[in-house]
């Protein structure tokens, strides 16, 4: 087991937690969503560290309660959503050359594939969806102060 796996499984750990009602984010959650970050930068040409963050359904079970209970703390927000972007990049994006051809490379793919999918059932919540929505209309809202202050 790689020792980036460990790191993994306790930067998750160290995120923080939902009570049903809010997530409750640990006081360095921004330095754990930012390492994640770094460690699927350096991930391996098996996309092991993708994987495995696919498997401990961090996503499911921190990113998709996170993001609406601190969309309006622009710190966490930036580093939350360039962490979901990442997340669920499609899988031939990995993949430059089409999917693989020898049979560990087309199981991975393939799992790849799995994890994406199970990734939907955690978009399917409203409070998730209107927060991006507020997210990206205050970033548009910006970008159209920016334009006229050009004119």
């Known amino acids: 087991m790689s ?4 790191d993994i499984d ?6 923080g937690y939902s009570d049903g009602q809010r997530y409750h984010a640990a006081s360095d959650a921004i330095q754990g969503l930012k390492h994640l970050i770094w460690i699927l930068r350096r991930d391996l040409d098996n996309h092991e560290y993708r994987r495995h963050l696919g498997c401990a359904k961090v996503l499911q079970t921190d990113l998709v309660y996170m993001l609406p ?3 309006n703390d622009s710190d966490y927000a ?3 959503i360039r962490l979901l972007v990442i997340l669920t990049n499609p899988t031939l994006l990995l993949y430059r050359d089409g999917p693989p051809r020898d049979n560990h ?3 991975v793919f393939l ?3 799995d994890i994406l999918q199970s990734y939907k059932s955690a978009f399917t919540r409203a409070s998730l969806w209107s927060s991006l929505f507020d997210k990206l209309k205050q970033s548009l809202e910006i970008v159209s102060m920016m334009k006229k202050k050009k004119k």
């Open 3 to 6: 020792i980036l796996l460990a």
């Open 10 to 15: 306790a930067t998750c750990a160290a995120l």
């Open 69 to 71: 209970d601190y969309v």
């Open 78 to 80: 930036d580093v939350l």
């Open 105 to 107: 490379g087309r199981k």
């Open 111 to 113: 799992e790849l594939i």
